[in-house]
């Protein structure tokens, strides 16, 4: 089984930046695609941006030219740059990876974009 732990989260104020890490371990971390989702309270969870094997990535249209999410193979490990943070990208954020048939799902962290 693969398991993913997110960390990074914390609260900053509108314009700061925060780079979210999502470690994967337990087996051999091959994923086919890798994204970060996030739930503000109320809300659903929404896709942020999603990574595939082939390294191209598409990002929801809240977050483009702030938000970069990006892989590191040897470190089993994908990221999400965030920069120019809003109040409104305030959630729990979620780490994912599709691996053949299989998903899963990270415990998630929490970010609070607020003055």
């Known amino acids: 089984q693969v398991q993913l732990v997110e960390s990074g989260g914390g609260s900053v104020q509108p314009g700061g930046s925060l780079r979210l890490s999502c470690a994967a371990s337990?087996?051999?971390?091959?994923?086919?695609?890798m994204s970060w989702y996030r739930q503000a309270p109320e809300k659903q969870r929404e896709l942020v941006a999603i990574?595939?094997?082939?390294?191209?990535?598409t990002y929801a249209d809240s977050v483009k030219g702030r938000f970069t999410i990006s892989r590191n193979n040897a470190k089993n490990t994908v990221y999400l740059q965030m920069n120019s943070l809003k109040p409104e990208d305030t959630g729990y954020y979620y780490c994912n990876a599709v691996v053949g048939r299989l998903n899963y799902w990270g415990q998630g962290t929490q970010v609070t974009v607020s003055s």
């Open positions: 337990g087996s051999i971390f091959n994923p086919d695609a």
């Open positions: 990574l595939t094997i082939s390294m191209l990535a």
